[in-house]
């Protein structure tokens, strides 16, 4: 658990003790609005994935701008956490099959409307099952396989037969499809979008076998928020569930190059031992570097190169970072948010260059 050294509002950023969190409100808020006003005049609509950013200040500012509906998380904690902060449209875009989470899942949709998936028939007879007991009713969608290699039917008379044991079973309630779309993997951005739509497709011929079947298919979501310019031509899916897009990382800004890096993780130089090194405050626990590391900015020639657990080393080419002194500060972007906000507890907001308040990442370690 983070222990921050709590700061007073107005703040400036560069007195901020590190290593912290940093968000810059200004850049969240034109990151919402541009992303999600690229669905303004479809039929295709954001469903936010809090997984990523863990913080109900951050959802409300997403469903209050338009474009948005609901919101999807990855746990059952995580559920609880975002009902009991008044969010009252949430899916739950996994499985949930132990009975313990599955009485959990029940309690809550006593309390909202809560969606769940689902790939195996055994599951649907025990969501059924506990559902009926306590007189709620779960919105259950089918899972996919379309290209990402984990959960989900195959997109054929499985995925039909599964469709069909949902919408006959007491307590659920057969809302449609979800499918999640791999994300980029190579430097081409026209592959990928080649790619992307081959994997919508896929989603989309399984709600045509669904419909030639007799079957209504109210819904298909689709996860990934790079996947949306796609997603938004493609008659037929009516949701995007997407997490990255209002604080941004470096892996995703290649596909998304006119949102902006809003998370930062700042940090302080300790130690300059020799003019092409300089080491850092905030090591593996402060930017969760699992996926790649960090890109340190404003500092051309400046590399975040290695982490131990206290520890990032800065390799620097001749002539650079010579402002990387002991004592000053230094940013680094996270290459993939999810792992990075994990570490931390509390977002710093920040507009102006100074601190406007502590927001806590409420659904933090809720992985069970």
């Not at 940090?267 to 031992?273: A, G, L, N």
Request: hydrophobic share 45%.
């Amino acid at each position: 658990m983070e222990r921050p050294i709590f700061q007073s509002v107005g703040t400036p950023v560069e007195e901020l003790d590190t290593p912290a969190l940093v968000v810059d409100l200004d850049l969240m808020e034109r990151n919402i609005q541009t992303y999600q006003g690229y669905f303004a005049g479809t039929s295709t609509t954001v469903r936010p994935v809090l997984t990523s950013h863990l913080c109900p200040q951050v959802a409300r500012r997403q469903l209050a701008a338009p474009g948005s509906r609901g919101v999807a998380v990855t746990t059952v904690g995580e559920a609880e956490v975002f009902v009991a902060a008044g969010f009252d449209d949430v899916l739950l875009s996994n499985q949930v099959v132990t009975a313990s989470k599955i009485r959990r899942l029940c309690g809550l949709a006593s309390q909202a409307n809560i969606g769940v998936a689902v790939d195996n028939a055994a599951n649907v007879a025990q969501l059924s099952e506990a559902a009926t007991a306590v007189g709620v009713e779960l919105g259950v969608l089918v899972e996919i396989e379309a290209g990402m290699g984990r959960c989900g039917v195959a997109p054929d008379a499985e995925a039909v037969a599964l469709a069909r044991a949902l919408n006959d079973a007491e307590g659920l309630n057969f809302r449609g499809i979800m499918a999640t779309v791999p994300g980029p993997t190579g430097d081409d951005p026209q592959d990928h979008a080649r790619q992307t739509r081959k994997n919508l497709q896929v989603a989309l011929g399984a709600k045509d076998l669904m419909e030639s079947a007799g079957l209504t298919v109210p819904e298909v979501s689709v996860g990934g928020a790079h996947c949306h310019a796609a997603a938004g031509e493609l008659p037929g899916i009516t949701e995007v569930r997407a997490g990255r897009y209002p604080l941004m990382d470096v892996r995703l800004q290649t596909y998304l190059p006119e949102l902006s890096l809003a998370a930062m993780v700042l940090s302080t130089v300790i130690s300059r031992p020799v003019d092409d090194m300089a080491v850092l405050d905030a090591g593996h626990k402060a930017t969760g570097p699992d996926h790649g590391r960090p890109v340190i900015q404003g500092h051309p020639g400046a590399t975040a190169a290695r982490f131990s657990a206290e520890h990032g080393v800065v390799e620097l080419e001749t002539g650079a970072g010579e402002a990387l002194v002991p004592g000053r500060k230094a940013t680094l972007a996270p290459w993939e948010l999810a792992s990075c906000v994990n570490q931390y507890d509390y977002i710093r907001a920040v507009r102006g260059g100074k601190l406007e308040g502590y927001w806590p990442l409420s659904a933090r370690g809720r992985f069970a």
